[in-house]
């Protein structure tokens, strides 16, 4: 059984759905292109909140994408890949670069707004930006799945949405920067694994390092380590053949 | 055997599901599992289709344990599931190749063979229709022409009728009994539906996780012999049931508020019982033996 046909089955399911479903994109990229131009506009600076916002369309469509899985495992598309003999950690693979692969999509297109934003990053910027919009696409994904996989109604990741990948972002540098930060809300957003994927596209745009962030580099080794570290724990969520699994 | 199941237990936390379940598939026969629901049928699919491990004794398949070869396994069955399997915004072909190719099939491999099954089912004309404008007997026809894709030996059907109508459901055993005569395929079923366990082969009757009895229909049937006669009663039915008893020497069992009488010549019965009793019996009923009565039979309560 090779590994990546699977792999690409997959994503070409989820991107043919998409295709299918391109209504999904108004919303994603819809309402924080709305929450960037109102608060961004408000502050007179539409630079400084563009970051935060493609992060947070990326962070919805990653986060809800997955959401499908918990629908997929009751009954569904999911039931026939655990029966196939496909091994578990491409059909793993697969869900989540499929599900990335349309975050990412969503977030390019938000970027295609930067001129807007007053950024001029060169092509390099623009090709280094999208990199790192892949990764954050990627981690968030990953992140979805493992909550997903724990899951079993679509309200508890509704509240998990709310209460943990919400404040996580109003914390990662995309409303106020670190230096502008007090007390223990700096220790958090240093702790914060979004920090550093914000600091990131912010750094890769304005071609130079955020104040009171590390490198671009170290930032993107940071979301990179990130993801790696959330892919092997849903490779290891997923090969446990339990009950909860195939309720 | 092509599939043998040896002791398997099973438990939802305390919950015994199955309780020691043993039985033997023969190569190409249709194989019925007969039980009302909640009674472990399904556990017992699930075992089989290598998504849950049995707790202990062991299941296998072709001669490969379903729990520590389930890759073996995976190759060798088919699986049509109860639910949907079907991902309703791709197209009839769309589905078939996505499973095509979890079952590592690729070009024109899977293309002639995805040709093949639409054929065969009939969905040669569908191919390109959305899963989502489909009927629910066509859709039942798409997850079978999936599972067969791979050509598997077992086809493993989790009530295959089960919210089908009557057309849809004389269809679909047209398809399994073809099925099994061209293509050699061992079918395992699980069923709540007499008129479907009548069509197999043989059936194992399964209830609260124990096998019942197993057999053919028509040899279970006849072991009960005879006639069933119903009985409706004004007044105490177990009053009744006794002078039953004591006149015509025939023990009636009491099911739902009515008397179930299993006796030789039904007819002579009916007339004489009605006789015995003016103004007593209210309404008879006669059948031959069916499956319902098998089951009623050996467990005392009702399969539906």
Same mark, same amino acid.
């Given at each position: =059984?090779?590994? %990546?046909?699977?792999? %690409?089955?997959?994503?070409?399911?989820?991107?043919?759905?998409?295709?299918?479903?391109?209504?999904?994109?108004?919303?994603?990229?819809?309402?924080?292109?709305?929450? %960037?131009?109102?608060?961004?506009?408000?502050?007179?600076?539409?630079?400084?909140?563009?970051?935060?916002?493609?992060?947070?369309?990326?962070?919805?469509?990653?986060?809800?994408?997955?959401?499908?899985?918990?629908?997929?495992?009751?009954?569904?598309?999911?039931?026939?890949?655990?029966?196939?003999?496909?091994?578990?950690?491409?059909?793993?693979?697969?869900?989540?670069?499929?599900?990335?692969?349309?975050?990412?999509?969503?977030?390019?297109?938000?970027?295609?707004?930067?001129?807007?934003?007053?950024?001029?990053?060169?092509?390099?910027?623009?090709?280094?930006?999208?990199?790192?919009?892949?990764?954050?696409?990627?981690?968030?994904?990953?992140?979805?799945?493992?909550?997903?996989?724990?899951?079993?109604?679509?309200?508890?990741?509704?509240?998990?949405?709310?209460?943990?990948?919400?404040?996580?972002?109003?914390?990662?540098?995309?409303?106020?920067? =670190?230096?502008?930060?007090?007390?223990?809300?700096?220790?958090?957003?240093?702790?914060?694994?979004?920090?550093?994927?914000?600091?990131?596209?912010?750094?890769?745009?304005?071609?130079?390092?955020?104040?009171?962030?590390?490198?671009?580099?170290?930032?993107?080794?940071?979301?990179?380590?990130?993801?790696?570290?959330?892919?092997?724990?849903?490779?290891?969520?997923?090969?446990?053949?339990?009950?909860?699994?195939?309720? | =055997?092509?599939?043998?199941?040896?002791?398997?237990?099973?438990?939802?936390?305390?919950?015994?599901?199955?309780?020691?379940?043993?039985?033997?598939?023969?190569?190409?026969?249709?194989?019925?599992?007969?039980?009302?629901?909640?009674?472990?049928?399904?556990?017992?699919? @699930?075992?089989?289709?290598?998504?849950?491990?049995?707790?202990?004794?062991?299941?296998?398949?072709?001669?490969?344990?379903?729990?520590?070869?389930?890759?073996?396994?995976?190759?060798?069955?088919?699986?049509?599931?109860?639910?949907?399997?079907?991902?309703?915004?791709?197209?009839?072909?769309?589905?078939?190749?996505?499973?095509?190719?979890?079952?590592?099939?690729?070009?024109?491999?899977?293309?002639?063979?995805?040709?093949?099954?639409?054929?065969?089912?009939?969905?040669?004309?569908?191919?390109?229709?959305?899963?989502?404008?489909?009927?629910?007997?066509?859709?039942?026809?798409?997850?079978?022409? @999936?599972?067969?894709?791979?050509?598997?030996?077992?086809?493993?059907?989790?009530?295959?009728?089960?919210?089908?109508?009557?057309?849809?459901?004389?269809?679909?055993?047209?398809?399994?009994?073809?099925?099994?005569?061209?293509?050699?395929?061992?079918?395992?079923?699980?069923?709540?539906?007499?008129?479907?366990?009548?069509?197999?082969?043989?059936?194992?009757?399964?209830?609260?996780?124990?096998?019942?009895?197993?057999?053919?229909?028509?040899?279970? @049937?006849?072991?009960?012999?005879?006639?069933?006669?119903?009985?409706?009663?004004? &007044?105490?039915?177990?009053?009744?049931?006794?002078?039953?008893?004591?006149?015509?020497?025939?023990?009636?069992?009491?099911?739902?508020?009515?008397?179930?009488?299993?006796?030789?010549?039904?007819?002579?019965?009916?007339?004489?019982?009605?006789?015995?009793?003016?103004?007593?019996?209210?309404?008879?009923?006669?059948? @031959?033996?069916?499956?319902?009565?098998?089951?009623?039979?050996?467990? &005392?309560?009702?399969?539906?």
């Amino acid at each position: =059984m090779t590994f %990546w046909l699977p792999v %690409w089955t997959l994503v070409q399911r989820d991107l043919i759905r998409f295709w299918r479903e391109k209504a999904r994109v108004v919303g994603y990229v819809g309402s924080p292109l709305i929450f %960037w131009v109102l608060i961004g506009s408000g502050f007179g600076n539409l630079a400084f909140f563009f970051p935060g916002a493609l992060v947070l369309t990326v962070m919805f469509s990653a986060v809800f994408s997955t959401m499908s899985l918990i629908e997929d495992r009751r009954e569904g598309f999911l039931l026939s890949m655990l029966v196939s003999p496909a091994p578990r950690s491409s059909v793993v693979l697969g869900k989540i670069l499929g599900s990335a692969a349309l975050a990412w999509f969503q977030g390019l297109l938000f970027l295609c707004f930067v001129p807007l934003a007053g950024y001029a990053p060169g092509a390099a910027g623009v090709l280094e930006a999208a990199g790192i919009i892949f990764l954050t696409s990627f981690a968030f994904t990953v992140l979805g799945f493992l909550l997903a996989w724990q899951m079993d109604s679509t309200q508890g990741f509704h509240a998990v949405m709310n209460l943990v990948l919400l404040p996580l972002w109003l914390v990662s540098g995309s409303l106020f920067s =670190m230096t502008g930060a007090h007390g223990w809300v700096r220790w958090l957003m240093r702790a914060n694994p979004l920090s550093y994927s914000v600091a990131a596209l912010r750094g890769a745009l304005e071609q130079k390092a955020v104040a009171g962030m590390p490198a671009v580099s170290t930032s993107v080794a940071v979301t990179a380590a990130f993801a790696a570290v959330l892919f092997l724990a849903s490779v290891v969520a997923a090969n446990r053949k339990t009950v909860r699994s195939f309720a | =055997m092509i599939v043998s199941v040896e002791n398997v237990i099973f438990l939802y936390g305390e919950r015994p599901a199955l309780a020691g379940v043993s039985f033997e598939v023969r190569e190409n026969e249709i194989f019925g599992v007969l039980g009302p629901n909640g009674g472990g049928k399904s556990t017992l699919f @699930k075992i089989l289709a290598t998504m849950l491990p049995p707790r202990s004794g062991s299941a296998r398949i072709a001669g490969f344990d379903v729990d520590r070869q389930s890759s073996e396994v995976r190759r060798r069955i088919g699986v049509v599931f109860q639910s949907q399997s079907l991902d309703r915004k791709l197209t009839v072909a769309e589905n078939l190749r996505a499973q095509g190719q979890l079952f590592g099939l690729r070009g024109h491999k899977l293309t002639c063979r995805g040709n093949e099954v639409l054929e065969r089912l009939g969905l040669a004309t569908r191919r390109d229709d959305l899963v989502d404008s489909l009927s629910g007997g066509l859709r039942r026809r798409v997850e079978i022409a @999936k599972g067969l894709l791979h050509e598997p030996s077992v086809l493993l059907m989790d009530e295959p009728s089960t919210g089908l109508d009557p057309g849809a459901r004389r269809e679909l055993w047209a398809y399994i009994e073809e099925l099994r005569r061209s293509q050699g395929v061992t079918v395992l079923l699980t069923t709540h539906i007499l008129d479907e366990a009548d069509r197999c082969d043989r059936i194992l009757l399964v209830h609260n996780g124990k096998v019942v009895t197993e057999g053919a229909p028509s040899e279970l @049937k006849a072991r009960i012999g005879g006639d069933v006669v119903v009985l409706e009663v004004a &007044g105490d039915p177990a009053v009744v049931r006794e002078e039953i008893l004591r006149r015509f020497g025939a023990s009636a069992t009491l099911v739902n508020g009515s008397l179930r009488v299993e006796i030789g010549n039904g007819h002579r019965f009916i007339a004489e019982v009605v006789e015995a009793f003016p103004g007593v019996v209210q309404s008879v009923a006669l059948h @031959k033996p069916t499956l319902e009565d098998v089951f009623l039979d050996e467990t &005392g309560v009702r399969l539906e």
